[in-house]
C-alpha cells in the first residue's frame, strides 16, 4: 500500500513530513535520558524513596506517581503537537486526567474479567485481551488530547484512529509492547540481583524509562498521522500549511449556502462524534445548532466546546460562550467542574462579576454534593454581598454551605462571612 503520507509539503519553503516512528526507536528510547525528562526522572525517582516513610509513605507513593502520570501525559501532548524536545514545564496536567486514567484502565480490565466470568471459555478470554490491548493505545491517546473518558471508552474512537493511521498503527503497538516488556524483564532482574533499597531505586528508574518512551511513541505517532487524525500541531502553525478541516468547513458551509442547514449539521456531527476536530467545527457546528433551536444537543455540544477552549486555553472565548449558553439555560456548566470553577475565576478577575456568580449558581445546582460545594457557596456569597448588595441571597448561600460542609477550616470561613454580613465590611471575611 503506498503511503502518500510522507510526501514532503508545499509550504513557504520546503519543510519534510514527520520522518515514520520506526527509523527513529533509538532516540524513542533514549528520549527519557535527555533534557528536562532525564532531570525529571531523576526528581521523581529520589521523591519516591521517600515512600519508605511510616506512616505518610503511602501517601507520599501515591503523589509521586500522580506526577509520574501527569508528566507522562505532558510529553504526549508535547510530542503530539510537533515538539521532539522534552517539555520543561510538564505538570500543567490535571489530576483529573490521571484518575480518568486510572479508571479507563479498572474498566478495561473489569471488562475482559466479565468475559471470563461470563464465557468461561479461553479462547474469548484471550480475544477480549488482544482487543482490550489493541483498543488502549488509541484509548490514551485519545484521552489524552481531549480529556473525555466517555470518547476515550468508545471502541468506534480507538478503532477509527487504527483504521486512519492503517498498518503502522499495528507496528507502533508491536513497539510499544517491546518497550514495556524490557521495561518488565529488567524489572525482575533487577529485583533478583540487586539488594533491597537499590532494587526499589532501580526498578522505579526503569518503570519510569518505559512510561515516558511508551507515552512519547504514543504522541509521536499523533504528530506523524496528524493529517488523517485531523489534529493541528503547534509546531507546524504556519499561515499557509494544510488546514485537516478545511475539506469539512468548505463541505458544510457550501451546504449551508445552497440552503441545506440539516445536511451540514449531519456532516459536521458525524465528524465532531468520530474524529479530533479543530476549534472553527467546533465553532460552526455550534452556530448551526444554536440556529437550529436543538437545545439538548446544543447543551451536550457546548460543554464539551468549552472544555475545548479552556484545553487551548481560549479562556476568553470559552467565557463568551458560557454567558451565552447561561443565558439560555441557567445551569450550563462545561464537562468537568475544575474547569468550570477556573472559569468562574477567570470572569471574576477580569470584573465579569455577573458571570461569575451565575457559573458558581449552576456549579451549586450541578454538583450539590461536591466536596468544593462549600468553598463554592462561599465565593458566590462574597460576590452577591460585595458586588450586588444581596445580603438575604448571600446568607442562604453561606447556610447552604454549611450544611454541607465537615471540614472544620471550611466551616469556620463560612461562619466568619456569615458574621460580616452583620458588619459593613464583607470583604473582611475573605479568606
Not at 14 to 34: G, K
Not at 264 to 274: D, I
Request: hydrophobic share 50%; charged share 20%.
Amino acid at each position: 500500500m503506498e503511503d502518500r503520507r510522507y510526501r514532503t509539503r508545499a509550504r513557504s519553503g520546503h519543510s519534510a513530513a514527520p520522518a515514520p516512528f520506526w527509523t527513529r526507536t533509538r532516540a524513542i528510547a533514549l528520549y527519557p535520558l535527555q533534557g528536562s525528562a532525564l532531570w525529571t526522572l531523576v526528581a521523581l525517582t529520589l521523591c519516591s524513596l521517600l515512600g519508605i516513610l511510616p506512616g505518610v509513605g503511602w501517601i507520599i507513593a501515591i503523589v509521586t506517581w500522580l506526577a509520574i502520570y501527569k508528566y507522562a501525559f505532558e510529553i504526549l501532548r508535547h510530542t503530539a503537537n510537533g515538539h521532539l524536545e522534552s517539555p520543561q514545564h510538564g505538570f500543567d496536567v490535571g489530576d483529573g486526567t490521571v484518575l480518568r486514567l486510572i479508571l479507563l484502565m479498572i474498566l478495561m480490565v473489569a471488562a475482559v474479567a466479565a468475559v471470563a466470568l461470563l464465557t468461561r471459555s479461553p479462547a474469548l478470554t484471550g480475544v477480549a485481551l488482544l482487543l482490550a490491548a489493541l483498543l488502549q493505545p488509541g484509548c490514551v491517546i485519545s484521552l489524552a488530547l481531549d480529556g473525555s473518558l466517555r470518547r476515550a471508552l468508545n471502541p468506534a474512537v480507538s478503532l477509527g484512529l487504527a483504521t486512519r493511521i492503517g498498518w503502522p498503527y499495528l507496528a507502533a503497538f508491536g513497539l510499544l509492547f517491546v518497550i514495556q516488556g524490557s521495561a518488565f524483564t529488567a524489572n525482575r532482574w533487577l529485583h533478583r540481583y540487586l539488594p533491597p533499597v537499590l532494587d526499589d531505586l532501580a526498578i522505579t528508574v526503569v518503570s519510569i524509562w518505559g512510561l515516558f518512551a511508551t507515552f512519547h511513541l504514543m504522541g509521536y505517532l499523533v504528530y506523524q498521522y496528524h493529517e488523517v487524525l485531523g489534529f493541528e500541531p503547534d509546531a507546524l502553525d504556519a499561515p499557509d500549511r494544510h488546514d485537516p478541516d478545511r475539506p469539512l468547513l468548505d463541505e458544510a458551509e457550501g451546504q449551508v449556502r445552497d440552503g441545506h442547514p440539516e445536511a451540514a449539521l449531519e456532516t459536521l456531527r458525524a465528524a465532531v462524534r468520530s474524529r479530533a476536530v479543530g476549534l472553527p467545527v467546533h465553532e460552526l457546528y455550534h452556530r448551526l445548532l444554536r440556529q437550529g433551536a436543538r437545545r439538548d444537543e446544543l447543551r451536550e455540544h457546548a460543554r464539551h466546546y468549552v472544555s475545548r477552549l479552556v484545553d487551548e486555553r481560549q479562556e476568553r472565548r470559552a467565557l463568551a460562550l458560557m454567558r451565552e449558553m447561561l443565558d439560555q439555560q441557567p445551569d450550563f456548566v462545561p464537562a468537568q467542574d475544575a474547569q468550570a470553577a477556573l472559569l468562574a475565576e477567570r470572569a471574576r478577575l477580569a470584573g465579569q462579576y455577573q458571570l461569575a456568580g451565575d457559573i458558581l449558581s449552576a456549579m451549586l445546582k450541578t454538583w450539590p454534593r461536591s466536596p468544593q460545594a462549600p468553598q463554592w457557596s462561599l465565593d458566590a456569597a462574597m460576590l452577591l454581598a460585595e458586588r450586588f448588595g444581596r445580603d438575604d441571597d448571600a446568607r442562604a448561600l453561606l447556610q447552604q454551605g454549611l450544611a454541607a460542609s465537615e471540614d472544620e477550616e471550611q466551616r469556620r470561613k463560612l461562619q466568619a462571612a456569615l458574621k460580616a454580613l452583620s458588619g459593613t465590611d464583607i470583604a473582611a471575611a475573605r479568606p
